[in-house]
Structures are given as C-alpha cells and as structure tokens.
C-alpha cells in the first residue's frame, strides 16, 4: 500500500504558475501509474494529466495540454505537476493518485491524496 500527499496549492492571479507535488510513502511510487485529478465546487472529479510508473506514457486533458507539465521522480519517490498559464478555471482541488494500471479514468486508482486547494484569480 502506498500513502500520497499532495503540496504546492495556493492562490496565484491568471497568467501564473504553480508547482505541485505528491510524496509517496509505504511503497514506491515507481511501482504505479501516477495520475492527477481536480474537482470545482460542484462539478465532478475530472482527469488532468497521467504519467506511466516509467515515464513513458503521458496524457493530458485537453484543457490543459500545452499549459501543464507532468514529471516524476521515482529516486525521490515524488510526481510533479508544473502548472503554467493558469486560469480561472483551472480553480480547483487537485488529487494525486497511484494505480497500477491507472491512466485517465479515476475509477482505475487506488489510492488517492487528501489533495491540495489552487485557486487562480483573475
């Protein structure tokens, strides 16, 4: 079983960027896929950007791609999310998760963060 936390939320104006980062502990993150995912007030949790447990399979959701950047660490045992170009509604809280055969549906992760708040005002 591996543990996640997620860290680097917060609040930046349109145009900014963030940095999150999800931390593993228990097993190795490099053993899972590794996913991110938001949810807004109201709205359901939706796919942002996945990375295989090797780094060669990246996704991003469309409304991200091109802004976002999904990277992993695995001798440090952590995944990146570099936020670029952030928008109002890219308002969310976003959730770290691990799965083994985890991609761009949250249904295929077990294990989730208690994720992290990143608000971006305009």
């Known amino acids: 079983q591996v543990q996640l936390g997620e860290s680097g939320g917060g609040l930046v104006q349109a145009g900014g960027s963030l940095r999150l980062s999800c931390a593993a502990s228990?097993?190795?993150?490099?053993?899972?896929?590794t996913g991110w995912f938001r949810q807004a007030p109201g709205k359901e949790r939706e796919f942002v950007a996945s990375i295989s447990w090797l780094g060669a399979n990246i996704n991003y959701a469309d409304a991200v791609k091109g802004r976002f950047i999904i990277s992993r660490d695995n001798a440090k045992n952590t995944v990146h999310l570099q936020m670029n170009s952030l928008k109002p509604e890219d308002t969310a809280v976003y959730f770290c998760?691990?799965?083994?055969?985890?991609?761009?549906?949250?249904?295929?992760?077990?294990?989730w963060g208690q994720g992290t708040q990143v608000t971006v005002s305009s």
């Open positions: 998760a691990a799965g083994s055969v985890g991609n761009v549906k949250f249904q295929q992760y077990a294990y």
């Open positions: 228990g097993r190795t993150l490099s053993s899972y896929n």
